[in-house]
C-alpha cells in the first residue's frame, strides 16, 4: 500500500532533498530512501500531494514532513547532506518539475529558491550535455 509522498523525493522535488532528520553524522536519514520517485512522477494525485505538503496546502505524511523540514537547508548547502540515492532522486524530481509542471515548480521555486538558484545551474548544464547522433552507415 502506498503512502501518499510529498514531492520532490522532490520534490520536489525537489527537491536536492528527498528525506532527511539530520543525524549525528550530519546526514539526512536514510529511512525513506526506497521511495521510488518514477512511480510519484508518474501518479498525478502523489505529486500533487508532495507538493501541496510542501506548500504547506494540504497534509503530509512523515516522509513528507521530514522532506519539508529539511528542504531549506538541503538547498542552501547543496544536498551536501543527502545521501547518492537522495540526490539522484531530487535531481531527476526537479528536472521533471521544471521541464514538465511548471504549475508544481513555481511555487516550489518561490517559497523555497526564490532566487532560482537551482533552477539557473539545471539550465545551464542542460545547455552543456551533449546529444550524441547515430554514425550513419555509407555503405
Known amino acids: 500500500m502506498w503512502r501518499i509522498p510529498v514531492i520532490f523525493s522532490l520534490l520536489f522535488v ?10 549525528g553524522s550530519y546526514k539526512y536519514t536514510t529511512k525513506y530512501d526506497n521511495v521510488d520517485i518514477n ?15 510542501l506548500l504547506e496546502k494540504g497534509s503530509c505524511t512523515q516522509d513528507g514532513l521530514e522532506l519539508k523540514k529539511n528542504m531549506p537547508d538541503a538547498i542552501e548547502t547543496d544536498c551536501s547532506k ?5 540526490k539522484e532522486g531530487s535531481e ?10 511548471p504549475e508544481y515548480w513555481n511555487p516550489l521555486q518561490e517559497k523555497y529558491d526564490p532566487t532560482g ?7 545551464e548544464s542542460k545547455k552543456k550535455e ?6 550513419e552507415n555509407s555503405d
Do not use: W
Not at 531527476?92 to 509542471?101: A, F, P, T
Open 130 to 135: 551533449v546529444s550524441v547522433k547515430p554514425v
Open 92 to 101: 531527476i524530481m526537479m528536472r521533471y518539475l521544471i521541464d514538465n509542471k
Open 14 to 23: 525537489l527537491v536536492k532533498f528527498h528525506q532527511g532528520a539530520v543525524t
Open 82 to 86: 543527502c545521501s547518492v540515492k537522495q
Open 117 to 123: 538558484s537551482y533552477k539557473q545551474r539545471y539550465l
Open 39 to 53: 512511480d510519484i512522477i508518474h501518479n498525478e494525485r502523489l505529486l500533487k500531494n508532495y507538493v501541496y505538503c
